[in-house]
């Protein structure tokens, strides 16, 4: 099986986008606020991330 660079970054902006929802989702869970305040940060790079990923992938004519 051979992968393209397409299926690399469509797999990519997947897993950045799982990581937004779980890092949203611990974010919920924690009640120290330094660490709260830790992970909202992280989930905000993860999802900077995700929105790249996705735009790359709209720009070249396929749907992330």
């Known amino acids: 099986m051979k ?3 397409m299926d690399m970054l469509q797999d990519y902006e997947k ?5 937004t929802v779980a890092y949203a989702l611990i974010q919920t869970e ?3 606020p330094t ?3 830790i992970i ?4 905000n790079e993860a999802a ?3 929105e790249k ?12």
């Open 3 to 5: 992968f393209t660079d």
């Open 15 to 19: 897993d950045t986008r799982m990581a």
């Open 30 to 32: 924690i009640i120290d």
């Open 35 to 37: 660490l709260r305040k």
């Open 40 to 43: 909202g940060k992280v989930n």
């Open 48 to 50: 900077k991330a995700q």
């Open 53 to 64: 990923a996705a735009k790359l992938i709209l720009s070249r004519g396929d749907r992330p």
